[in-house]
């Protein structure tokens, strides 16, 4: 919405070479050169003269559409000015009716909301308390933001009925986390659990193949993590968020001001558990590579022997836990494990507002981001993930007397071995046999379809082990330690 508000402010129809002077830096808020690429443009970041020219001076001069970005005060030289027609992108020139300082001022200002309700909206609120009034009262009336998610859910759900590249379920994970996390704050029904069951019937079909695929931004599997970090970092600490999903970063990243860093996202193991998954991320391993899959008893074990793989020598490598975890001047390869979000999930009975609430208290509190700090300040470069996220089921009733094979944590899975009911389970159940992707292949998996666990039967509960969207793709977020000046 905000990027073709953009686009639209522009000469963009009309014209096929334009210089862009994001005076306010929106770009890095709210990427709306993609609006212009999905109208053929090629988007170019101007930083210096003999750069520019060295590499694009064939697409000033060419016929293709071509849109320069500049930022405040970078010199650009008058024949290339010449070539472009120059617009200013800032919140003067796009919200004229609003006051620029109070909109600057705004921490987490959603423009694609604000885009919204300034269309719809037609008085004039130029002095600070009347713009602080239209952003507190009109831009977040209910009927703005009712309107805003669904149109954005539909949007996401249009995206993910054809999905050919893996990394847009990314994208439509960090998406749908904003919407989940909007609705909770503004108390506005939306149901986004028809994007969870299409991301299942995806990863029922093609989890098996993603470990073949790279991708340069950050890992595909949680598996693939510490291969990323070392191929990326001379010095590094891992911080595991256990339990962390989109929507509980989508909160604590609001922390972060004055952090630069780098977001992306991977995929959680499946059953999305902790023992499996965390093990995979420390490791380097695929469960079926475990020493322990259903137990953590060797997890510390597993991330080290991972790390002397790098050539790591022990006083080199720590593992720790808690937000005051801290390392020796020798260690280049540290972990940091976090346990508070998937202690409240599992204590959780408000469902997503009670996580929002508890979200919101952790934020507040400056922890993760204080860590990832002081980890920068000693020379590491901090990579900030998870080993699973979390999402709201419904108990269909507790498995008893069943014979299961293996007893795990989760209400979301079931391990069996030589199981001669295994039909049964499914039938009464409703539960999905997984595909055994990088699993032990002597044991068989049955997962809980979308929305269920094996709970208190009509018990509501915050939960992991399945295979949903919530559930299996990850925060992935970089900080590197050169770009970090506090």
Known sequence: MFGDYVF???????????????????????????VFQAHGFRTVVYTDDLSFRVNNTS???GEEK??????????????IRKKCREEEISFETLFPKLNSVVLRESNNLDLDLLTLAYQSDFEEYHERKQ??????????????????LKNLYDCVLNQSKKVKDYKVWFDLAEKKAQIDVMAVEHNVEIDTSELNRIFCAYAMKYFGKLSSEINLKSPVLVSNAMDYIHDHSEKAAIIVMDGMS????????RSFTGICYCQSAAFAMIPSTTSISRQCLLSGKYPSQLIEPWKQSKEKNEFYECARKYGYKDNQIDYERGYDASFSAFVKCGAVIILDIDELVHAQYQGRVGMLNDDIVLMKQNKLAGLTKRL?????DVYITADHGNTPCTGLGRLTGSGVEVETRSHKMVVLKNFANKDSLIERYGLLEYPKYYLPKDYDYLICDVGDSLDIKGENVMTHGGISLDEVVVPFIIARTEDYHG
């Not at 334009?18 to 990427?31: P, S």
């Not at 071509?66 to 970078?74: A, D």
């Not at 920068?376 to 590491?380: D, Q, S, T």
């Open 8 to 34: 639209e402010k522009t000469a963009a129809q009309y014209t096929k070479k334009i210089l862009l002077v994001d005076e306010d830096h929106l770009e890095e808020k709210a990427h709306y050169s993609a």
């Open 59 to 61: 697409l000033l001069n």
């Open 66 to 79: 071509l849109v320069i970005l500049v930022q405040p005060g970078v010199y650009v030289p008058y024949d």
């Open 131 to 148: 713009t602080e009034k239209f952003l507190g009262l009109k831009m977040y009336a209910r009927e703005n933001v009712e309107s805003y």
């Open 246 to 253: 989109e929507f509980d970063w989508t909160i604590l990243k």
């Open 376 to 380: 920068l300040k000693e020379g590491f």
